[in-house]
């Protein structure tokens, strides 16, 4: 039992210390601790988000659009870069979002323990649980709630849900989804509900989502189908055109893929909380998200340097990236033990040289198990091994003093992909690595 006035840290360990060696999947637990906390309804308006990629991005837009509809939101997000505070945050207009503060944490946490009783938890159900708990509280005007894994038996699906937006469907977790895109596909879909709208951002959803939103009896609508995004290019200011049937709105590029820029309007659009024209433009424009295709410009030995973060961590992921750093050579790459690095590296054949950096931790992999799972599919790939995602990077940096840029490039650049650890562990270093001075 956890004393009274722990701090959020403590909490964690806790959280840690509970979470069961050997657990069945389902919502059973989850849904007694959620009824009696009266938790499945945290908002008047519940948004589920769920997808193999683009979830955080497809979730911070929506937040944004809804800012300027002049409605207040609470997000929830997983994992974290560098603080769990960053998994709930509030946003009460379009220059105003906050995280949740440790004494809101530590209560929230506190709620669920009461709430428990004798019911075993896993680590991720008593934060969702935490989530809903803190969200109910800030009554807000619409939740947004991101998927951890899957979707039909993750903790988030317990919630009475007025849209569900499923961004992608691709290869990944598939010791727990199935290892086809049918199965996995099926399991997003089950975020639907009867009657509510179901937007499928995987252009060519695979027939398992499909028959599986049927069954649902969801009002679903498809990418590539029912709305499409289309670039203007006869346009210097324009990047993109939103069209549903003959609605058409023009949009600037932004910061985030376009795919899930679409998603987030369509969903919005489905559930009459689209803002005006000019609102979806500028929510288009503000959307950033820390470790998606974030930029970090540097100077190294008198060259021009520019570090690109992405939690890209499965092939869908790293494909996407791939058309967005065309003159990119140098990468470092840090995985997770249940991820498949040969299919990113595959994703990325642009990149000459790889770093690959060990992570710690009971899931982390290390970087002779990277080097070993690459080499046996892409044996002329050119891969150096490195303990830290520090040591990587400064090796990427020496690697690029030999190099020149690419004509019109804008000076060299190193992409830094793997997972949400890695990004973090990058950001890290960005502050420690002699002779390296932020623009």
Not at 300 to 316: C, E, P, R, Y
Request: overall charge negative; hydrophobic content about 45%; some cysteine.
């Amino acid at each position: 039992m956890i004393a009274a006035g722990a701090t959020k840290e403590q909490w964690l360990t806790h959280l840690e210390s509970i979470h069961p060696a050997n657990i069945e999947m389902g919502l059973g637990r989850v849904t007694k601790v959620a009824q009696q906390l009266g938790l499945f309804k945290p908002a008047p308006v519940v948004i589920v988000v769920g997808g193999t990629n683009g979830k955080g991005t497809t979730t911070a837009l929506v937040g944004q659009l809804l800012a300027e509809k002049g409605l207040t939101s609470a997000c929830y997000n997983s994992p974290h870069i560098h603080e769990y505070n960053e998994r709930i945050n509030r946003r009460d207009s379009v220059s105003s979002m906050r995280l949740s503060s440790d004494d809101e944490l530590c209560e929230a946490f506190s709620a669920v323990e009461s709430g428990r009783g004798d019911i075993p938890l896993t680590y991720f159900e008593f934060g969702t649980l935490a989530a809903l708990w803190q969200i109910k509280q800030w009554q807000v005007d619409v939740a947004i709630l991101e998927v951890g894994l899957g979707g039909r038996l993750d903790a988030v699906n317990i919630v009475e849900t007025d849209l569900a937006i499923v961004t992608s469907v691709g290869l990944d977790h598939q010791d727990w989804l199935g290892d086809t895109l049918d199965l996995i596909g099926m399991e997003k879909a089950g975020i639907a509900r009867a009657d509510k709208p179901l937007i499928c951002g995987q252009l060519n959803a695979p027939k398992g989502f499909v028959d599986a939103a049927i069954q649902l009896q969801a009002k679903t609508l498809y990418q590539g189908v029912d709305f499409s995004i289309n670039p203007v290019a006869q346009s210097p200011v324009a990047g993109w055109e939103w069209v549903k049937g003959d609605q058409a709105i023009t949009l600037p590029k932004g910061h985030i893929p376009f795919y899930n820029i679409a998603s987030a309007i369509a969903g919005l659009d489905a559930i009459g909380l689209l803002p005006h024209v000019k609102g979806i433009q500028a929510a288009v424009n503000r959307t950033k998200v820390s470790g998606r295709l974030t930029h970090f410009p540097c100077e190294f030995n008198g060259k021009s340097v520019t570090f690109i973060l992405d939690v890209a961590h499965n092939a869908q992921a790293a494909a996407f990236l791939s058309d967005q750093v065309q003159d990119c050579s140098v990468a470092i790459l840090a995985m997770l033990a249940d991820k498949d690095p040969a299919a990113v590296v595959a994703a990325l054949p642009h990149i000459e040289s790889w770093h690959l950096a060990s992570l710690q931790g009971y899931r982390g992999q290390a970087s002779h198990s990277l080097f070993d799972r690459i080499g046996q599919t892409s044996p002329k790939v050119s891969m150096m091994c490195h303990e830290t995602v520090k040591l990587a990077m400064i090796s990427g940096l020496e690697d690029i003093c030999c190099k020149e840029p690419a004509e019109s490039s804008g000076g060299h650049k190193i992409l830094i992909i793997g997972s949400f650890l890695t990004v973090s562990a990058a950001e890290q270093a960005l502050a420690c690595i002699d002779g390296l001075l932020l623009k």
